[in-house]
């Protein structure tokens, strides 16, 4: 049906970068909005940065300034640049598209699809 890969993530010291990327596929008629989640331990799943179909983005106040969004929409595609990384970056992460996709009969059905997660760990 539909697919979110992500890829990135990883161990980083604090003040140190990393980057994400996700892709989609599968029968995607179109894409509304694509971005990254995150999760804490304990925590309640929130909003790191989505873009938006016309190309606004949205971030969380917490990393405004350090993490940039982009996405490449010919790709369906969406990358997080992280920079200075805090120790309360450390979370799952996970790529979310709000979508469109066709089902069997050819008819567009509306979709909020979710990546695996992918780790991140800020500590020294």
């Known amino acids: 049906q539909v697919q979110l890969v992500e890829s990135g993530g990883g161990l980083v010291e604090p003040g140190g970068s990393l980057s994400l990327s996700c892709q989609a596929s599968?029968?995607?008629?179109?894409?509304?909005?694509m971005g990254w989640y995150r999760q804490a331990p304990g925590k309640e799943r929130e909003l790191v940065a989505r873009?938006?179909?016309?190309?606004?983005?949205e971030y969380a106040d917490s990393v405004k300034g350090r993490f940039t969004g982009s996405r490449v929409n010919s790709m369906n595609t969406v990358y997080l640049q992280m920079n200075s990384l805090k120790p309360e970056d450390t979370a799952v992460y996970y790529c979310?598209?709000?979508?469109?996709?066709?089902?069997?009969?050819?008819?567009?059905?509306?979709?909020?699809?979710w990546g695996q997660g992918t780790p991140v760990t800020v500590s020294s």
């Open positions: 979310n598209a709000v979508l469109y996709y066709l089902n069997s009969s050819g008819f567009p059905r509306p979709l909020d699809a």
């Open positions: 873009v938006i179909s016309g190309g606004s983005i």
């Open positions: 599968g029968n995607i008629y179109t894409i509304n909005a």
